[in-house]
């Protein structure tokens, strides 16, 4: 079955430090992907989205991925994060087939330390 | 108001009440999306509409019943629950076309006593 799979699903890093969630997929074909952001009580805000062309894709809030057909992954990177990014991140994608029907990843919560 | 929005934000409800939700969405989407958010679970798609049609439906109890009566507005009507239905509702919008990001709303945070 299609899945998408983000291994972590707790991460604490330092505040300034910098961060990568990951983010594994399963089509065969190239995807479509997204990382979306949920802070506490809210709902979820797309962050960045990869369609096709140049394979690191440059979101809101200082993010970024990088696309690695290789190794079937979409990693979302901070150089450096600030408290504000405490939240839980979600990666997505539609399957070829039905491309409306997005399926999400379980969530990484990140917690960051002062 | 801009973006989606959702009332209530939180709901306590008797599994013999009957309530609902409300989503409105101010983009002009086309088509919008139900989801069921539970703590250490993926999210759940529970409905989507498309052109206010219902093109999905996961497998949804009856005790969950969509209505969709104009592009803006989505509604969960909601009766007999069970506390096992106690979650965040997730209501998204998007533009019908293919792979097109979904906007989501924050949510109502239900409780089933």
Known sequence: ?114 | ETGVTQTPRHLVMGMTNKKSLKCEQHLGHNAMYWYKQSAKKPLELMFVYSLEERVENNSVPSRFSPECPNSSHLFLHLHTLQPEDSALYLCASSRQEAYNEQFFGPGTRLTVL
Do not use: M
């Open chain 1, 1 to 114: 079955a299609q899945s998408v799979t983000q291994p972590d699903i707790h991460i604490t890093v330092s505040e300034g430090a910098s961060l990568e969630l990951r983010c594994n997929y399963s089509y065969g074909a190239t995807p479509y992907l997204f990382w979306y952001v949920q802070s506490p009580g809210q709902g979820l805000q797309l962050l960045l989205k990869y369609f096709s062309g140049d394979t690191l894709v440059q979101g809101i809030k200082g993010f970024e991925a990088e696309f690695k057909r290789s190794q079937s992954s979409f990693n979302l990177r901070k150089p450096s994060v600030h408290w504000s990014d405490a939240a839980e991140y979600f990666c997505a994608s539609p399957p070829p087939s039905v491309t409306y029907k997005y399926i999400f990843g379980t969530g990484t919560r990140l917690k960051v330390l002062a």
